[in-house]
């Protein structure tokens, strides 16, 4: 891994949905674009740094909205646990956004590890449930083979 990667894509962190894995990946790659702002230390990188941090917000939402959409059409028994993890999530970082955009104590490296942790884990954890939930659905029989985030 090189010095301006925070993290690269694993395919332990599939969740074998290839819409949901791609979306993982634009996440991952907009944490190591934040990083990569966080290096650079003067105006420049901070307009860049904040341009980033509301185009990973944007994705975050989209992100979400689909994920939650797909549990939604397979009725994934855990979804309201899953919608409260993403909505905590949401506010935290626009919590810390609103810190950012009005100069108070921001470190973006310890934002930027933040967002790294958090997905990762929330991949590991908790999109892994879900995924397996709609695997053990398609055994049985019970869904088809196209998985919808429509």
Same mark, same amino acid.
């Given at each position: 891994?090189?010095?301006?990667?925070?993290?690269?894509?694993?395919?332990?962190?599939?969740?074998?949905?290839?819409?949901?894995?791609?979306?993982?990946?634009?996440?991952?790659?907009?944490?190591?674009?934040?990083?990569?702002?966080?290096?650079?230390?003067?105006?420049?990188?901070?307009?860049?740094?904040?341009?980033?941090? *509301?185009?990973?917000?944007?994705? &975050? =939402?989209?992100?979400?909205?689909?994920? @939650? %959409?797909?549990? #939604?059409?397979? $009725?994934?028994?855990?979804?309201?646990?899953?919608? *409260?993890?993403?909505?905590?999530? &949401? =506010?935290?970082?626009?919590?810390?956004? @609103? %810190?950012?955009? #009005?100069?108070? $104590?921001?470190?973006?490296?310890?934002?930027?590890?933040?967002?790294?942790?958090?997905?990762?884990?929330?991949?590991?954890?908790?999109?892994? %449930?879900?995924?397996?939930?709609?695997?053990?659905?398609?055994?049985?029989?019970?869904?088809?083979?196209?998985?919808?985030?429509?």
């Amino acid at each position: 891994m090189n010095d301006d990667v925070l993290v690269e894509w694993d395919d332990r962190y599939s969740v074998n949905i290839q819409l949901i894995d791609d979306q993982h990946k634009e996440l991952i790659n907009l944490t190591n674009i934040l990083y990569k702002g966080c290096l650079a230390g003067d105006e420049t990188a901070r307009a860049y740094f904040m341009e980033t941090i *509301r185009r990973t917000v944007e994705y &975050v =939402k989209y992100h979400f909205s689909a994920e @939650e %959409k797909m549990m #939604e059409n397979i $009725k994934y028994p855990d979804i309201a646990q899953h919608k *409260r993890e993403h909505e905590s999530f &949401v =506010k935290q970082i626009l919590g810390d956004v @609103e %810190k950012f955009q #009005e100069g108070k $104590k921001f470190v973006p490296n310890v934002f930027v590890r933040y967002l790294k942790d958090w997905i990762l884990t929330h991949i590991a954890l908790e999109d892994k %449930k879900y995924s397996a939930y709609i695997f053990d659905l398609k055994k049985k029989g019970l869904l088809g083979s196209r998985i919808s985030a429509h």
